[in-house]
């Protein structure tokens, strides 16, 4: 469930929201569309117009009929005031956060300096549903781009997400677009942003583009890489350890 903020206004000049459509304004209810650090918040509000001059009803003046110069008389006629009823606004912001994405490797949490090591990110495109004035709301996020700082020093973004290395038919340490290759031994921290793109959609109405992105930063993973050298074996070490060369 999304957090909900709910105010009311009261006043007799409410001023339409210019990012709202003139349908909107006239139906009463308008919805825009934010996007901050790592949410995007959707407001909603809602006018009833109020009323206009109104009496209680006709008076019949007492007879005979006076002219009301004494402000202290009792028994000339005065109409009573109108009353008007004034605008009534209410004004609701729910937010909604996409979910956050993972950052994978393989090998897992350890690689060979001088190979390349595969990343990829999960996390596909979502909606995330939410309230808004009591009718239902809906944000969908798309991950679009993504950032990865591998704690080496050198970084790089690409508009794909990457993937296994079963997953791309290739074997493995074989390069791949989102593969890096440490030069040095050592242990790196290796860290991702993904940023995304959103829609919202209010009631049963179609989907609107939020302008602006968001970025969210991804789990991350620390990584030993190591050194690799090519001995000549009797058997497998794993079936013989204690093998020449094991």
């Given at each position: 469930m999304v957090p909900l903020l709910t105010s009311m206004i009261l006043g007799f000049n409410v001023a339409s929201d210019p990012g709202c459509s003139l349908l909107e304004v006239n139906s009463g209810t308008c919805v825009t569309a934010n996007v901050t650090t790592d949410t995007v918040d959707l407001t909603g509000t809602s006018t009833d117009p109020g009323a206009g001059p109104t009496t209680t009803g006709p008076r019949t003046p007492p007879p005979p009929v006076s002219t009301c110069n004494d402000p202290a008389s009792t028994t000339c006629y005065r109409p009573l005031p109108a009353t008007v009823t004034a605008p009534v606004t209410v004004a609701d912001i729910a937010s909604f956060?996409?979910?956050?994405?993972?950052?994978r490797m393989e090998p897992d949490g350890w690689t060979v300096a001088g190979l390349a090591t595969n990343f990829y990110a999960t996390g596909a495109q979502h909606v995330v549903d939410g309230e808004l004035l009591g009718a239902a709301a809906q944000v969908r996020f798309t991950p679009v781009y993504w950032s990865w700082s591998y704690g080496d020093g050198s970084s790089a973004g690409h508009p794909f997400s990457g993937g296994t290395w079963a997953a791309q038919g290739v074997r493995e340490f074989d390069p791949t677009g989102t593969s890096h290759v440490y030069a040095q031994r050592g242990t790196y921290y290796v860290d991702l942003d993904v940023e995304y793109a959103a829609e919202y959609r209010y009631g049963s109405g179609e989907w609107v583009g939020v302008v602006g992105t968001l970025v969210l930063p991804a789990n991350r993973l620390v990584i030993t890489a190591g050194g690799a050298k090519t001995v000549l074996v009797e058997r497998e070490c794993t079936?013989?350890?204690?093998?020449?060369g094991c």
């Open positions: 956060r996409p979910s956050p994405p993972t950052d079936r013989n350890p204690a093998g020449p």
